[in-house]
């Protein structure tokens, strides 16, 4: 047992100092033609998509709540956060449960996406900076671009993604319709 | 060892809380003059146990302290001393001194020695009081106060000394011999003298001609530095050796333990700076040295901040004691919870429809000891109020004096019990209630006598049950709102518009707005007008509620309606369309069907029911809350559910009613947001999640 472990303990450091400073991994996944990536490790959970309690008076892309093993989970629709257009939600229906700390406190989200595709693996210089994009996708959740396979990634800040509090939300909206 | 210790440690502070609050009110108890040695007896008992468990922790400076108010209260329960008011006073202070030294030392603060200094100083005045006052015995206990102050480090004024003397092993071939030292000594003044034999080694490799031995000395009596150096002259280069004026017996007794921040305090300005370069002074000694004075340094940094500062960094405690009956209970019920568990899993190993009415009484039982225990797991939570109020009788005690006021506290139902999250959140709170009581609300006893009124105030802090709610009320007997000043003031301030017509709620409400306060003069009991805003807040944060009534000359009572738990809600299930909400069932007071002839338009717009001859304005759910699959658009088909909330009744209409049930209140702030109109969350028997209502904030949600 324990020389294994030890082997084990010895392998990982070698690995980290090869991969993490320069190659960071990204969970993607597709909304229309799009594809979108996050960083893996706020990634907690993919689930199905099932039916949530909805909240009354709130967006409309927050579309309810849910019950995470007794802890009341909110989930928001990403098409409709950047403004897509809407689609049925189907088998293939994802839930992806992100994790962000606001304030020292950690929160938990869910968010919708058509499907997710891969693990993949990003070079962090190879990161560009977004563009404006114009009137489609709010630029403010996008934190770079990276090509992965010769498609474009989009890569979210899940921090912005998933504050909503007030003031939050009002700035957005002025962004949203200046735009 | 040390968690081990730490562990123990807690429950010393727990219980020396206790004993001090024991103490406290045995203390306010005391009839003046009138000697209950029982009542004594209960308070020596307490600060017993505080100074044995003091000792065996060393914690010192407690055990002390402890044992100079043990000794005070042993004269008056022997009769031998008379009970003062002063003497109450600084026994009540000194109460106070031992629970900021506990807090701090609980905290691993810094003691303010400087506070404790004059606390002990004043239990030593006392004390003398009776000695000078030619008390026969001759308690050895404290000479001269005067000596006490921090003299100049080279004072001759010294009552004593105290010399550590640790010749080193040659001396004798020096031809000195401590004995001769000590016979010298002798003659200075009273002379004791304790030997440590730890140098001594076993008789075999004992050298006759050296010295193995260190003295502890004593002299007593007004002597002058330098005689004392003067004997120690000839073997300044072969000893070790370290003064110390001394005043008290109390001083003395701390010696030993240079690391007793209170001694040490009081202690080390008397220290004569022996100088040490000049002695090749072993380690111990230095450190007897070089200690305190560091220690004398620290408090006078620290002593700027004032102990409200400290208590407000004061970990909170998260143990909870509990009654053992609750703690039986709980196992009983846990043992019939097992047997009933294996009792189905037997049913369900041969399970056939012959046994189908064994499941269902076996699924009852389970049912019902499901709930018990979860009763008895939520009562292990609750505290009686009487962790709050017992404090307030030293605080009327305090304040009744500094005002000059005559003032009687009652406090009723200090039994009623509730959940400890609550009891700790509404202290604060109810402090500044009482204390605007006692300043504002009782009047002195000359206006008293003038309107009428008996002398003595009377305040009365009461606390039941009512509903699922617990009520704590403030009543005194005062001079009570003046609302005309209340509303003049308000107009003053801008806060209202000067012909606005208001009701009493509503004018005794203004006193919860922010920068408002009638008081005339400021003072450092209240009247500065952060407070109330603060405490209605407060209250509101704990899901409660605050009202007034009050009647100019008669009084006040100010209500707190408090949720008793803030975890379990009893609820009403209400469907509107295909969606579930949750109605607390404290705020529902029946619900109806409405008929035609009940409703009303107000103005073609807002619309209401009559209900017993009260018009209640009608509050859709379905319109609220924008929900399209809701089943009942005609107020005729659906419910009327007539709610509550703070002081406002109004018709909830929904689709239908579900059923009752406990549910177990979640956060929707945790991972999103506040959503107006709804307190929490549950999540239902099929997991799916509810949304719990907030009643007053759906009636304000419907009025915009």
């Known amino acids: 047992m324990t020389p294994v472990a030890v082997e084990h303990q010895e392998l990982l450091p070698i690995n980290h100092e090869h991969g993490s400073p320069q190659v960071l991994q990204f969970l993607s996944f597709t909304l229309g033609n799009e594809e979108y990536g996050v960083n893996i490790l706020r990634v907690q959970e993919i689930r199905s998509w099932e039916p949530v309690s909805r909240i009354p008076n709130v967006p409309s892309y927050e579309k309810g709540v849910v019950n995470l093993r007794g802890a009341i989970v909110p989930i928001i629709d990403l098409r409709e956060r950047f403004n897509l257009n809407y689609a049925e939600y189907t088998s293939l229906t994802v839930v992806v449960v992100l994790q962000a700390e606001f304030n020292g406190k950690s929160r938990t989200m869910g968010v919708v996406v058509d499907a997710v595709s891969d693990v993949v693996e990003v070079d962090k210089n190879s990161i560009q900076r977004a563009p404006d994009f114009g009137t489609k996708v709010n630029t403010l959740f996008i934190n770079g671009l990276a090509s992965v396979n010769e498609r474009m990634l989009m890569l979210l800040d899940v921090e912005k993604l998933l504050k909503l509090d007030g003031i939050d939300d009002v700035d957005l909206n002025a962004t949203e319709s200046k735009n | ?704």
């Not at chain 2, 040695?37 to 308070?43: H, P």
Request: hydrophobic residues 40%; negative net charge.
């Open chain 2, 1 to 704: 060892m040390s968690i081990d210790m730490a562990q123990f440690h807690q429950v010393f502070f727990e219980e020396s809380f206790e004993n001090l609050e024991v103490m406290e009110s045995g203390l306010l108890n005391l009839d003046m003059g009138d000697v209950n040695s029982e009542e004594i007896n209960t308070i020596f008992r307490g600060a017993h146990s505080i100074k044995g468990g003091s000792g065996t922790f060393g914690f010192t400076g407690v055990s002390n302290f402890t044992h100079l108010m043990e000794t005070l209260l042993d004269e008056m329960r022997d009769g031998r001393r008379k009970v003062t008011q002063s003497a109450i006073t600084v026994l009540l202070g000194a109460v106070d001194c031992l629970r900021e030294m506990l807090l701090a030392i609980q905290n691993e603060q810094e003691v303010d020695a400087n506070a404790i200094d004059s606390y002990r100083k004043s239990l030593e005045t006392e004390l003398n009081h009776v000695n000078h006052s030619g008390a026969s015995d001759a308690s050895p206990v404290t000479r001269d106060i005067q000596a006490h102050q921090p003299i100049e480090p080279l004072s001759n004024q010294a009552q004593g000394w105290h010399i550590a003397f640790s010749p080193h092993l040659h001396l004798m071939k020096t031809g000195n011999d401590p004995i001769r030292i000590f016979r010298e000594l002798g003659t200075l003044g009273e002379l004791e003298v304790t030997v440590d034999l730890q140098g001594l080694p076993s008789i075999y490799n004992l050298d006759p001609e050296e010295c193995y031995l260190s003295w502890e000395l004593r002299v007593t009596g007004a002597i002058e530095f330098s005689d004392i150096e003067g004997i120690f002259d000839w073997v300044e280069d072969d000893c070790d050796m370290a003064f110390q004026s001394y005043s008290d017996k109390n001083a003395l007794a701390n010696q030993s333990d240079q690391t007793d921040l209170i001694s040490v305090a009081g202690l080390a300005s008397e220290l004569v700076p022996v100088d040490v370069s000049s002695l090749p002074a072993s380690l111990s000694i230095v450190s007897a040295v070089e200690k305190p004075v560091e220690q004398v340094l620290e408090p006078a940094k620290n002593s700027s901040t004032t102990t409200e500062d400290n208590r407000a960094t004061v970990k909170g405690s998260n143990s909870i004691r509990v009654d053992t009956a609750k703690i039986d209970t709980l196992i009983n019920m846990v043992g019939e919870l097992v047997i009933t568990q294996s009792m189905l899993s037997l049913i369900g190993e041969h399970f056939d429809l012959t046994k189908l009415d064994h499941l269902k009484n076996g699924l009852a039982q389970l049912e019902r000891h499901t709930r018990e225990l979860q009763e008895s797991v939520m009562n292990i939570r609750m505290l009686p109020v009487s962790f709050v109020f017992s404090r307030f009788p030293r605080l009327t005690h305090d304040l009744s004096a500094k005002l000059g006021k005559k003032i009687e506290l009652k406090l009723v139902g200090e039994h009623t019990e509730v959940d400890k999250t609550v009891v700790e959140l509404i202290s604060d709170p109810l402090v500044h209630l009482v204390r605007n009581s006692l300043d504002h609300g009782i009047e002195l006893p000359d206006e008293r006598r003038a309107a009428g009124k008996p002398e003595v105030g009377r305040v009365t802090l009461e606390a039941y049950h009512r509903g699922g709610n617990i009520v704590i009320e403030v009543r005194d007997d005062g001079r009570g709102l003046n609302k005309d000043k209340l509303k003049a003031k308000a107009i003053e301030k801008g806060l209202i518009d000067k012909d606005a017509s208001l009701t009493d709620k509503q004018i005794y409400e203004l006193i919860f707005m922010p920068g408002f306060s009638t008081a005339e003069q400021l003072t450092d009991i209240s009247g500065r007008g952060v407070g109330m805003d603060v405490v209605r807040r407060n209250i509101q944060a704990l899901g409660g509620n605050i009202e007034i009534i009050s009647e100019l000359g008669k009084g006040s009572t100010i209500a707190i309606h408090l949720p008793l738990t803030l975890a379990i809600l009893d609820g009403q299930s209400v469907a509107v369309g295909d969606e579930t909400y949750i109605v607390p069932l404290v705020s529902i007071i029946e619900s109806i069907n409405v008929t035609d002839k009940m409703l009303n338009r107000v103005a073609g717009k807002g619309e209401t029911f009559r209900l017993r001859g009260d018009y209640l304005p009608i509050v859709r759910m379905h319109q609220i809350f924008d929900i399209k699959t809701a089943r009942a658009k005609k107020l005729t088909e659906g419910l009327m559910v007539v709610v509550e909330g703070q002081g406002m009744r109004c018709g909830l209409f929904v689709d239908d009613l579900l059923g009752q049930q406990q549910v177990v209140i979640k956060s929707l702030e945790s991972n999103y947001r506040r959503v107006e109109g709804v307190s929490g969350a549950t999540i239902l028997g099929d997991g799916s999640v509810a949304l719990i209502l907030d009643i007053p904030g759906l009636v304000r949600l419907s009025n915009q």
